[in-house]
């Protein structure tokens, strides 16, 4: 039960794209299509921005998409907002158990 | 509106046990699978338990497999977590999070669970 990889960091500008990756094993993210993305804002609970690899819960910008390509999954966030600036975790199904990666913090200079 | 409200968190000693509730409202809290996460401090997210939504079946994180328990009372609304031989690695926020296959829609606000002597 190893944890997926993410950057420990990622920035951009205001009006930028950024992109957040996390990379597992065939055993979880290469799997299976249930790939998941969180934003959790200081001292807040997780928030469900990303489902099933590209799904978009109701409310979340279309500024967020999500995508998979064999062991990695990708997280890009299109026009950057200073208000994305928050902590990002992807996770996984894997099986009998849920994995998450290690989080990844986006600055929005 | 989905509310989780998690409850129970504490300063135990190490190899103490404490068990946390998670009361549930504003959805048909029987028909869907339940989760506990743990964030230690300063840290990422841990998935630590799941249970079906009759009970039937529960899965666990390697970490806690053997020392924690997760049930649920659907005539009242809560999910548990009875916790047991606790660790100092057990220090962290426990949130309870609605969903299967890690798709999380809906958490609490979390409870904290100090290990300390």
């Known amino acids: 039960q190893s944890a997926l990889t993410q950057p420990r960091s990622v920035s951009g500008s205001p009006g930028q794209s950024v992109t957040i990756s996390c990379t597992g094993t065939?055993?979880?993210?290469?799997?299976?299509?249930?790939v998941s993305w969180y934003q959790q804002l200081p001292g807040k609970a997780p928030k469900l921005m990303i489902y099933d690899v590209s799904g978009r819960p109701s409310g979340v910008p279309d500024r967020f998409s999500g995508s998979k390509s064999g062991n990695t999954a990708s997280l890009t966030i299109s026009g950057l907002q200073a208000e994305d600036e928050a902590d990002y975790y992807c996770c996984s199904y894997a099986g009998s158990f849920v994995v998450f990666g290690g989080g990844t913090k986006l600055t929005v200079l | 509106e989905v509310q989780l409200l998690e409850s129970g968190g504490d300063l135990v000693q190490p190899g103490g046990s404490l068990r946390l509730s998670c009361a549930a409202s504003g959805f048909i809290f029987s028909t869907y699978v339940m989760n506990w996460v743990r964030q230690a401090p300063g840290k990422g997210l841990e998935w630590v338990s799941g249970i079906s939504s009759n009970g039937g079946g529960t899965d666990y994180a390697d970490s806690v497999k053997g020392r924690f328990t997760i049930s649920r009372d659907n005539s009242k609304n809560t999910l548990y977590l009875q916790m047991n031989s606790l660790r100092a690695e057990d220090t962290a926020i426990y949130y309870c999070?609605?969903?299967?296959?890690?798709?999380?829609?809906?958490w609490g606000q979390g409870t904290l669970v100090t290990v300390s002597s």
């Open positions: 065939y055993s979880d993210v290469g799997g299976y299509n249930y």
């Open positions: 999070a609605k969903g299967i296959f890690g798709k999380y829609d809906s």
